[in-house]
């Protein structure tokens, strides 16, 4: 019988399968939901990784473990777990700690306990990393074997030591107290097995020694990433394995099992959908055609979301790349080194310029000044009936006006060089008062001339001269003409004691 529900209900049971698909989508996409756990204790979770459902990519689960203070993140390889220690997005790699494998002694029979390990990563994304991973045996009495992928390629190393440690190096895995062997690259499988090399009483024959202390039969057998694990001549003195269970190995990951090319067609299924991600092929050894994502060149961040590869600043202190005298500009992926070096012409143009035009302005002002104080003088003189030269074709004595004048004064002869038709029987007397002014202003001394100002209002004021046409002085433009002088005195002077300044200034 089919009983209906409240609509309420109906719309419930339908949200939480529309958020499932929405999860579920939302990850296929490159983008996880936004409500996912990313972190466990001490460790970020950083997509493709991720707790929950629509939260990683598969093969990519972590399952935190709360039981741990603080808690604990773990990958599952089937029934097998890896307590996760670092995620490294950017490069592909995770660190996991791995169980140690510690030598056992012998039989009763005087055979020796083998003590053996297997760590599979078959139907896994995860790969054993060649390069920083290596196969270490700790011990003075220790052989170690591994074998590598599907068992057909399997090797080993030996580690001894006498009672007295001697030949043995902090740092040193020669085969004295610690032996590594390196591992190949695309291994998925690796098998350890581990054993005491000697019996007791053969051990104290070889070293003739009444008994074998523990170095002689504690040994250990692991897997690590040299960065997590350095070898110690103490770590020989205790048989504790607490410091070799606290190192770490480097697994690398792919995804799916195609070529770049293969998996850019399915839009779907492709992981690398940043913006600013590559494709980074992968494939060697029992690894077949596979891929993984990185940020293109210039970018950093995580590849696997949509926008997660964010440009890189070359130019943020304190590592800027452009040397010398460059400025740095950041650029979208990349960063180009711009010239700040000033041109040699633009330098002296940009200096000189300015100095150039604080220099003419003064002087074109001056030439100004000049200029109009001669227009002024040269109408008042014209008003007065003044001669402005003198002919060039009189003798040398004559060339100059003002000896010229002294000489036919001196002969009483001032109506001879005066423009004809000037003087007449009505203005003699008058012509006669203006030229002994005139003298008064030639003689050598300067305080028996009369000053400019004297002059000028003599002329303009003499009662007992009747006008003519050059009586008709302005007296403001007289006052004028006096005031310019001046002023183009005083300037001249200002300029001169700027220009002493100018010089003496130190360069």
């Not at 205790?238 to 099992?257: A, Q």
Request: hydrophobic letters at 35%.
């Amino acid at each position: 019988m089919f009983v209906s529900q409240h609509p309420l209900l109906r719309f419930g049971t339908w949200s939480i399968v529309l958020a499932s698909i929405l999860s579920w989508a939302a990850a296929e996409a490159g983008n996880p939901t936004p409500s996912c756990q990313r972190s466990c204790g001490n460790i970020r979770i950083d997509y493709p990784f991720g707790i929950g459902e629509g939260c990683f990519v598969q093969g990519f689960e972590i399952t935190c473990n709360n039981s741990y203070s603080p808690p604990k993140p773990f990958l599952l390889f089937g029934d097998d777990r890896h307590e996760v220690v670092d995620i490294s997005v950017a490069h592909n790699q995770v660190r996991v700690r791995r169980t140690v494998v510690s030598t056992n002694g012998f039989y009763g029979n005087g055979t020796a306990v083998i003590s053996e390990d297997i760590i599979n990563l078959i139907d896994t994304p995860f790969v054993f990393n060649n390069t920083a991973n290596k196969f270490t045996v700790t011990g003075c009495n220790s052989v170690g074997l591994i074998s590598l992928g599907d068992g057909k390629i399997a090797t080993g190393c030996l580690s001894v030591c006498g009672d007295n440690l001697e030949g043995v190096v902090d740092g040193s895995c020669s085969g004295r107290g610690c032996c590594q062997i390196s591992i190949y690259e695309g291994v998925k499988t690796i098998g350890i097995a581990i054993q005491n090399l000697l019996n007791a009483s053969t051990m104290m024959d070889v070293f003739n020694e009444s008994q074998v202390s523990n170095p002689h039969s504690c040994g250990y057998g692991f897997v690590a990433d040299q960065d997590s694990y350095t070898f110690k001549v103490s770590d020989l003195n205790r048989c504790s394995s607490s410091k070799m269970e606290n190192s770490s190995l480097v697994l690398d990951w792919v995804i799916g099992n195609e070529t770049c090319e293969a998996a850019g067609k399915s839009r779907d299924s492709y992981a690398c959908k940043g913006v600013n991600s590559d494709c980074v092929g992968y494939g060697s050894g029992s690894i077949g055609p596979s891929y993984r994502c990185s940020c293109k060149q210039g970018y950093e961040g995580n590849p696997y979301l949509s926008s997660g590869c964010q440009d890189i600043n070359e130019c943020m202190p304190p590592h800027n790349p452009c040397q010398g005298k460059t400025t740095c500009v950041n650029l979208p992926g990349t960063y180009n080194c711009k010239s700040s070096k000033f041109p040699t012409w633009q330098l002296g143009l940009a200096i000189g310029g300015p100095l150039f035009l604080l220099l003419l302005i003064p002087s074109l002002y001056i030439c100004m000044k000049r200029r109009k104080l001669m227009n002024l003088k040269q109408k008042f003189f014209q008003q007065n009936g003044g001669q402005l030269s003198v002919s060039f074709e009189r003798p040398e004595y004559q060339r100059n006006l003002s000896s010229y004048f002294i000489l036919a004064m001196q002969r009483d002869r001032l109506f001879e060089i005066l423009v004809p038709g000037l003087a007449n029987e009505g203005n003699k007397e008058q012509l006669k008062a203006v030229a002994d002014l005139a003298m008064r202003c030639l003689r050598l001394k300067g305080e028996k001339r009369p000053t400019m100002k004297e002059v000028v209002f003599e002329l303009a004021g003499s009662r007992g001269i009747p006008k003519h046409p050059w009586d008709h002085v302005d007296h403001e433009e007289a006052q004028c003409l006096l005031d310019e002088q001046s002023k183009l005195h005083g300037a001249e002077s200002s300029i001169h004691i700027s220009q002493t300044f100018s010089m003496d200034f130190p360069r």
